[in-house]
C-alpha cells in the first residue's frame, strides 16, 4: 500500500513552486513528518514532509521542476525498519570468489556515489568538491544539522575522506593553453522573482536616489558603554539596527509620504511602521517584516531580527515573515559596501541603504576632526515623495542617530 505525498499549501497568492531538492532517495526508510523535499518559492524554501510512515517509494518530479499546490511528487510504501533492513541481502549472493573479503562500508547519509551526502544541496555539495573538504567533518547549522554555503565557506581545506584502499597518485590535468570554461546553472525560482520584481520597480517608479552622511560617533558609545549590561538583560547582542529602525520610524511619523503607497490612484497611508530588513540566506537575501516597530522597545527591535537572521539561516523563514512591509531597510554595510543605490521593493514606495562605517576627516567648529562615518542612501518613487520630503526624512533620521537623546524624548 502506498500514500501519495502532495505539494503543500504554500500562501494566500502562492500557487506553484520548483523542487530545489530532494532530502530522500528511493528506499530510504522515512519518519511520519520527516522532510523528504525542499520547494522553493518566490520568498522562502518550504519543506515538505512525509504524511505516513514508510519506505521512499517513487519520485515523480525531477529536481529543478515546476509543481503546483497539491500536485503529487512522490509516495510513500507501506513498511518501516524491516523493510530497511531487507535492502543489505543481495550481499549474500556475492561471487565465491570473494569469500572471505569484507566489502568496504558505505557510512549511511555520509557517501553516495560521488563522495557526498545525499542531503547536500546541489550548490553546497559543489561547494564541497571545489574546496576539497570532508563534509563530515564539518557542524552544520542548517536545518536538521544539514550544511549551509556558509559553513563550508568557514572550514579549513582538508582532503575528503576515502574508505577505499590508498590508490596510486593520480597525474595531475594538464590545462591547456587558451582554454576557459563555462557553467549553466538554472536560476533558482528566488532569484528570479527577485529578478522580474526588481525590473517592474525601475519599469514603473519614478526611481530617486538621495544622500547623506551620519556620525556614528554617540551611537558607537551608546553601544560600547551598554552592550555587556544590555546583553546580559536582554540576552542579545547590541548592534546598531536597533537604533536605526527606532529612528526611521519617528522619521515616518514625521514624513508620511516616504511610508505611504500608491495604489491605482490613490494614496495609501500607513499609521503603523512594518520594517522589512534584508538579512542573508543561504539562497540569498530574504527580507522579512518587523511589524509595528514603532511600538516596540531598541531590545524588542534587536531580538526580532536576531530571530529573523537564526531562522534565514535555518530555513525556516515562513511566508508570513515576508508579507507586507511599508518601508525596507537594506545594511550593505555588513559585507563592506561604501555607497549604493538600493531599489524599492513595490508596492513600498522608498528602501533605505545603510553602509560601512570608516573613519573620515571632518570639520568640527573650525577643526578637522576624524570622525566615524556612514554614508546613508534613500531610494524612492518620485511619483508620491518630492526631494524635500526625502532630504527632509534623512535630515531627522541622522539628527537622531547623531545625538540619540532624540529617540527618548520623541524629537
Not at 511520519?32 to 504524511?51: G, H, N, Q, R, Y
Not at 579549513?156 to 587558451?178: F, I, L, M, Q, Y
Not at 538583560?233 to 546598531?240: A, D
Not at 503603523?272 to 542573508?280: M, R
Request: charge should be negative.
Amino acid at each position: 500500500m502506498s500514500t501519495e505525498v502532495t505539494v503543500p499549501v504554500l500562501g494566500e497568492t502562492i500557487t506553484e513552486a520548483t523542487l530545489g531538492e530532494w532530502l530522500k532517495k528511493p528506499g530510504d526508510a522515512v519518519k511520519a513528518d520527516e522532510p523528504i523535499a525542499s520547494l522553493e518559492t518566490d520568498k522562502v524554501s518550504v519543506e515538505v514532509p512525509a504524511p505516513v510512515a514508510g519506505i521512499m517509494g517513487q519520485q515523480v518530479v525531477k529536481v529543478g521542476d515546476t509543481v503546483n499546490v497539491g500536485a503529487v511528487i512522490a509516495s510513500i510504501e507501506a513498511g518501516g525498519a524491516a523493510g530497511a533492513a531487507a535492502a543489505p541481502a543481495p550481499a549474500a549472493t556475492a561471487p565465491a570468489s570473494t569469500a572471505g573479503q569484507q566489502a568496504p562500508a558505505t557510512p549511511t547519509g555520509e557517501r553516495t556515489g560521488d563522495g557526498l551526502s545525499p542531503t547536500l544541496s546541489p550548490s553546497v555539495r559543489r561547494l564541497v568538491l571545489e574546496k576539497g573538504v570532508d563534509p563530515s567533518t564539518i557542524k552544520g547549522s542548517g536545518k536538521d544539522g544539514r550544511l549551509t554555503r556558509d559553513d563550508v565557506l568557514g572550514a579549513p581545506a582538508a582532503p575528503v575522506k576515502s574508505d577505499a584502499a590508498p590508490a596510486a597518485p593520480a597525474a595531475a590535468p594538464v590545462a591547456v593553453a587558451g582554454e576557459r570554461g563555462e557553467e549553466r546553472v538554472r536560476m533558482t525560482r528566488l532569484r528570479t522573482t527577485v529578478a522580474r520584481r526588481l525590473k517592474e520597480a525601475q519599469n514603473t517608479a519614478a526611481l530617486l536616489t538621495t544622500f547623506n552622511d551620519v556620525d556614528m560617533t554617540e551611537v558607537i558609545a551608546a553601544r560600547t558603554k551598554y552592550k555587556d549590561l544590555f546583553e546580559k538583560k536582554h540576552g542579545v547582542r547590541l548592534g546598531f539596527m536597533g537604533f536605526f529602525v527606532k529612528a526611521a520610524c519617528q522619521a515616518l511619523r514625521d514624513i508620511p509620504n516616504v511610508n505611504a503607497q500608491i495604489d491605482g490612484d490613490e494614496i495609501v497611508y500607513h499609521d503603523y511602521a512594518d520594517i522589512s530588513v534584508a538579512v542573508s540566506a543561504p539562497n540569498g537575501l530574504v527580507v522579512p517584516v518587523i511589524r509595528d516597530a514603532q511600538s516596540l522597545s531598541v531590545a524588542q527591535i534587536e531580538k526580532t531580527i536576531g530571530d529573523f537572521g537564526a531562522r534565514a539561516k535555518a530555513g525556516t523563514l515562513t511566508m508570513n515573515d515576508m508579507k507586507g512591509g511599508t518601508f525596507t531597510i537594506s545594511n550593505g554595510g555588513v559585507f563592506g559596501s561604501l555607497m549604493s543605490t538600493p531599489i524599492i521593493n513595490p508596492p513600498q514606495s522608498a528602501v533605505l541603504g545603510l553602509h560601512r562605517i570608516e573613519d573620515r576627516a571632518v570639520v568640527r567648529d573650525g577643526q578637522v576632526v576624524v570622525r566615524p562615518m556612514m554614508y546613508l542612501a534613500l531610494s524612492y518613487d518620485h511619483r508620491l515623495i518630492d526631494g524635500r520630503e526625502a532630504v527632509t526624512f534623512l535630515v531627522a533620521l541622522k539628527n537622531a542617530i547623531e545625538d540619540p537623546t532624540r529617540l527618548l524624548i520623541d524629537l
